[in-house]
């Protein structure tokens, strides 16, 4: 029996984002190094596939310090981490090498530079997401004040409405968060923000793909993890810019083929911390149920490259 046709409209950019790669290498580089095995201090990026690969080359993944013995190395995830947590490192006198993404030290680096000045910080970011706790965590307690939504930012109580900065998690929707961000400058006009845009590139040139997309599909799949921000923001985003269906799947078997009955045409993308390999398996497994004809809609060219700590740039 002849399979239905299907238009498959491939985002580009999508997947791997250059501060997701490098942290993936400082955990293969650092395996390389020292041996196994190498601890790592929460996921190092939220996929989960990513995280059995390198669990099998040696990686231990923790969530505490406290988890890690003084005298194996230590690599902190690409999403950030507290002052504390290197502080306490450093006084274990632990080997440790910090992987995260240089688009969230930025961030690190605007809040602390804001607080030299006086200014109390309101964060943009999910409650319990760990790079909002990383952020928050680079100053002391009270000194960032975080917001999820529009709502929140009419109860928020501030110090000093003349005294105020704010700052973003990277992997935000970028239409939510112009929403927040409109909503702060109305309540406190004297509010300064970013120098530039802290939702990092990845975020905002997959989410453009998207928005591009959806209006062109019936259905709308994003390859990611449940835990990943930047994945959840995709579905979000496709099903605001006007695709009927859209759906996380961490893998082409979690496929919810019911709910794709009918449909003519599929959008498919991934988040900035799936690989390819995901992609192209669920790529086949349209294939083996369809007659596919795909077509890669490609908003916009990366080029973005950062290098890893030069400690593991030397020889052992």
């Not at 109580?157 to 929403?179: C, G, H, K, W, Y």
Request: hydrophobic share 45%.
């Amino acid at each position: 029996m002849a399979h239905p046709s299907l238009t498959l409209y491939l985002a580009a950019p999508r997947g791997f984002c250059a501060g997701v790669d490098r942290a993936i290498k400082i955990v293969e580089l650092a395996l390389e190094k020292w041996g196994a095995p190498v601890f790592v201090r929460h996921e190092i990026v939220h996929n989960k596939y990513v995280v059995d690969d390198l669990r099998a080359k040696g990686a231990v993944f923790v969530e505490e310090l406290t988890e890690c013995p003084d005298d194996r190395p230590v690599i902190f995830s690409a999403h950030g981490v507290p002052k504390a947590v290197p502080a306490e490192a450093s006084r274990r006198e632990m080997i440790f090498v910090d992987a995260t993404c240089p688009l969230v030290s930025k961030v690190h680096i605007e809040a602390e530079r804001h607080a030299a000045n006086g200014l109390q910080i309101i964060m943009i970011g999910h409650d319990g997401h760990p790079e909002t706790i990383g952020t928050m965590g680079q100053l002391p307690d009270g000194e960032v004040l975080l917001v999820e939504t529009v709502d929140d930012v009419a109860h928020v109580t501030v110090r000093n409405p003349e005294q105020l900065a704010f700052v973003t998690q990277t992997t935000l929707s970028v239409d939510d968060t112009s929403d927040i961000v409109t909503a702060l400058q109305a309540r406190f006009p004297a509010i300064k923000g970013p120098h530039k845009e802290d939702i990092c590139y990845a975020t905002t040139n997959r989410q453009e793909a998207v928005k591009v997309i959806a209006g062109k599909v019936d259905a709308m799949l994003v390859v990611g993890a449940p835990n990943s921000s930047n994945s959840r923001r995709l579905v979000e985003v496709g099903a605001k810019a006007g695709c009927a269906y859209a759906q996380l799947v961490q893998r082409a078997t979690d496929i919810d083929w019911r709910a794709l009955e009918g449909v003519q045409s599929i959008g498919l993308t991934a988040g900035a911390s799936a690989p390819e390999i995901l992609v192209d398996e669920v790529i086949a497994a349209l294939q083996a149920r369809y007659d596919v004809t795909v077509e890669t809609v490609e908003t916009a060219k990366e080029s973005v490259h950062f290098k890893v700590p030069r400690v593991l740039r030397e020889t052992a």
